[in-house]
């Protein structure tokens, strides 16, 4: 049965940081870096430079800020588990009926940086500690499921296209898609982006949009989305 566990972590955000500076990224490392509201100037250290170039700044950066933010630290955990405790209903059982399959327990940990990470393997997920003061009621709702759902579609893609057939690169950015298409139409209220801020999905937005509304199960807009992908037309 899906739920959540929420936890927070100095460790396993420092962590999160170090791969996702480390990494190629459509945003770029000053895009992903002004995004998690974090040093430009480490973050391009943690990508070009060696841990002796970084490790002991990052550290007392995130002793820093982990102490100063404990008490919202605190009190956003308990926010999350409550607010989950009392809608997860709402949400859940639609993701159950749209995925069709029994979808597990995500650990999730409440990050003081970084803004949301997904699992394409596994249920090892992050989104932001302070989501809830952001603007929109449910935006941090929204942010989480965008997570869960990416993550779903990823591994849902994987098991219709090995790696060769397309790409991690390719499958992320049709789960990017479908997170954003399946959100906007399933709960349209969330409407809090236009655009997900990556061109190369937003241009598909449109298409999936139209497909998604055939309502033909999430394994065939799987397929029709992945077909132009191969050169065939949706």
Not at 74 to 95: D, G, M, T
Not at 151 to 177: C, G, H
Request: hydrophobic fraction near 40%.
């Amino acid at each position: 049965m899906m739920q959540f566990e929420f936890t927070i972590s100095k460790d396993k955000e420092k962590q999160i940081l170090i791969d996702l500076f480390q990494e190629d990224d459509p945003l770029g490392i000053d895009g992903r870096s002004r995004q998690c509201a974090f040093s430009v100037e480490l973050a391009r250290k943690i990508n070009g430079g060696k841990p002796a170039d970084w490790q002991t700044e990052l550290d007392a950066l995130l002793d820093g800020v982990y102490e100063q933010n404990a008490d919202k630290l605190k009190a956003a955990l308990s926010f999350f588990k409550n607010y989950w405790k009392e809608n997860e209903s709402r949400f859940f059982e639609r993701l159950h009926q749209i995925f069709q399959h029994e979808i597990p327990t995500y650990h999730v940990l409440l990050s003081h940086f970084v803004a949301g990470t997904s699992d394409w393997h596994g249920v090892d997920i992050c989104t932001n500690a302070y989501s809830p003061a952001w603007k929109g009621t449910d935006c941090h709702a929204y942010f989480l499921l965008f997570e869960v759902i990416l993550s779903q579609a990823f591994m849902m893609i994987r098991t219709l296209k090995n790696e060769n057939e397309l790409p991690d690169v390719k499958v992320w950015a049709l789960s990017e898609l479908t997170a954003f298409t399946l959100l906007h139409h399933e709960w349209p209220a969330f409407g809090y982006l236009e655009k997900t801020g990556y061109d190369a999905v937003d241009e598909m937005i449109p298409d999936a949009r139209r497909l998604y509304r055939k309502n033909k199960g999430m394994r065939v807009f799987l397929e029709d989305i992945m077909r132009p992908q191969s050169g065939s037309p949706a």
